[in-house]
């Protein structure tokens, strides 16, 4: 049995178009990686798969999101320790949710989040958890109809090595939508926006583009050469934006 | 302003819409119009419309000694907007040496752009439909947040930050 030499803590919240998109993109990588990496795969979601879904998400059962995905991946990726969480992100359980593995040997841990949920709220509640840790990854991706980013937040040692979040993001910063936990019942019943599937699939696939970086090229964390993309299907274009920490330039 | 075929292709549907109804070109759409045939649709318009205004007065050359004509440098073809249409500098730059380009960007689409000089809030106002740029989205140089007085200088990178998608 080889000895383990990292750990990849992979935490995804939210299992909609994105989030089940990319759980079974993430384990067919990881499954192949080589020994000595343990993989542990959080997936949180309180949300139901529901018929109407089916347009834009895989899934074998109706039920809950991250337990029937968990279910539906596990099998087939069976080095992937899975944990499937089934209740919304709040400030109250994030500190549950989003700690590290318990590693008594002094194992190199990366702490990867991953963000596919449809509302600034809880990337606002992600973004400031994230702000105050020591090390940590976020990686988060949304869509509209036919655009979409992908936004990477890395902390290491204490420093922040990209802008936050919000940082970037004034409609994350200061929230016009609630999370879903927040809702009615009526609320939560009502029709979203339409979203195209490849939409979601291309958000999907950049934050895979991210994840291979940080997997595969441990300088890219000391210095990312981008930290969010922008897509657009309809005029086919993909652009990087870096975004370091810096001070404001002066005014002429 | 008449925008080029490639300018048209890339906006999206809804811009293309709302361009038709701010501009008040005769176009007939509907939801089954296909991107292709707006894009096409709008070139025959501008052409008609172009087709029946009176011809332009010649005018004298911009103090900035731009050329009408001359071959256009396009670093990104599909976004460069015609030279002609962006205003002489507010500062005075325009003395007689071509304006530098910079790197203007908003969410996936960007160009390379004559703007040295100018400041923010007018170059967010002339390439408001070439970038799709949202009155919203905040103005970066190099990264750092800038207000709209902000004058462009050789060596910046300007980017107007689109909203981060919000579905997922």
Redesign the interface.
């Known amino acids: 049995m080889t000895a383990t030499t990292r750990i990849l803590n992979i935490i995804v919240v939210g299992i909609g178009g994105v989030g089940s998109a990319l759980v079974p993109k993430l384990s067919r990588y990881c499954q192949f990686l080589p020994e000595g990496i343990e993989v542990r795969m959080t997936l949180i979601d309180g949300d139901e798969y529901k018929e109407k879904n089916r347009g834009r998400q895989a899934f074998h059962r109706l039920g809950n999101k991250a337990e029937v995905t968990v279910e539906r991946v596990s099998s087939e990726y069976p080095r992937i320790e899975y944990v499937a969480f089934g209740q919304y992100l709040t400030e109250e359980n994030i500190e549950f949710l989003l700690c590290e593995v318990d590693n008594d040997s002094g194992v190199p841990q990366d702490t990867i989040v991953f963000v596919g949920v449809d509302n600034n709220d809880t990337k606002n509640v992600i973004d400031r958890y994230a702000q105050g840790r020591d090390r940590i990854i976020v990686i988060c991706g949304g869509n509209d109809y036919t655009d979409g980013n992908v936004q990477l937040f890395v902390r290491r040692d204490g420093k922040e090595v990209t802008q936050s979040l919000s940082l970037v993001h004034d409609e994350i910063a200061h929230p016009t939508d609630r999370s879903p936990h927040k809702m009615s019942c009526e609320e939560l019943a009502a029709e979203s926006a339409p979203q195209l599937f490849f939409a979601n699939e291309t958000v999907s696939v950049l934050m895979c583009w991210v994840f291979w970086h940080v997997v595969e090229h441990p300088m890219f964390l000391n210095d990312p050469a981008f930290a969010e993309l922008f897509f657009d299907m309809e005029i086919g274009r993909i652009n990087s934006y870096p975004r370091h920490p810096q001070p404001p330039p002066t005014k002429e | 302003m008449s925008l080029t075929r490639e300018e048209l ?5 809804l811009e293309l819409k709302t361009l038709i109804k701010q501009s008040g070109l005769e176009v007939a759409f509907s939801n089954m119009t296909s ?1 292709p045939e707006l894009v096409e649709a709008i070139m025959q318009a501008q052409e008609a419309r172009d087709a029946a205004a009176p011809p332009p007065v010649q005018e004298a050359p911009p103090a900035g000694g731009r050329q009408r004509g001359r071959a256009r440098q396009q670093v990104e073809v ?1 976004q460069q907007p015609p030279e002609e249409d962006i205003p002489t500098p507010p500062n005075g730059n325009g003395n007689g040496k071509a304006r530098k380009k910079l790197r203007v ?1 908003c ?4 160009g390379q752009y004559p703007v040295v000089g100018m400041t923010v809030g007018s170059i967010r106002q002339e390439l408001r439909d070439i970038l799709n740029i949202g009155s ?1 989205y ?1 103005p970066r ?6 207000d709209n007085d ?2 462009l ?1 050789e060596g ?1 990178d300007l ?1 107007f ?8």
């Open positions: 292709a890339g906006k999206s549907k991107h599909d960007a969410g996936a689409s960007s919203e905040m140089v190099l990264g750092s947040q800038v902000y004058v200088k910046d980017e930050v689109r909203n981060a998608g919000d579905k997922a």
